[in-house]
């Protein structure tokens, strides 16, 4: 049996798009802040230790750019989830609607007790 799992897309897509943002915001941030460890390393290239400061470095550039990338990947993957919810809600809603259309004959049954018109731009199929 499957999981009965319900989301409001509205905040799901609202934090999808504040990771996207803090994604860009720490990629801006950390862009340098490795610099000093390169200009360590250059300022004393006879060293034993210039190599293994350099590839340090270079390892945490790496790590840094990689955890930013995946924040920003599943800020992406929220906003794309809500954005699917909400399509195949609507979408749903809009079958359901044209069952109910369909069972009554009537647009006003389909429409329900909420006073919602869906009529924009339908021709009604029975012609009146």
């Known amino acids: 049996m499957a999981p009965d799992i319900r989301m409001n897309p509205d905040p799901v897509g609202t934090a999808g798009a504040e990771l996207d943002l803090l994604a860009n915001n720490a990629l801006a941030n950390t862009d340098g802040l490795l610099d000093s460890s390169e200009a360590a390393a250059a300022g004393h290239e006879g060293w034993l230790s210039a190599p293994a400061l350099r590839t340090c470095g270079q390892a945490w550039h ?40 369909d069972m009554s004959g009537s647009r006003a049954a ?9 009529d924009e731009g339908k021709q009604d199929v029975a012609g009146s």
């Open 110 to 118: 389909a429409r329900g007790q909420h006073g919602e018109s869906g």
């Open 62 to 101: 790496r790590r840094l750019d990689n955890l930013v990338e995946q924040t920003r990947q599943a800020g992406r993957n929220l906003t794309d989830s809500a954005t699917t919810t909400s399509t195949t809600d609507l979408e749903a809603a809009d079958r359901l609607h044209e069952v109910l259309f």
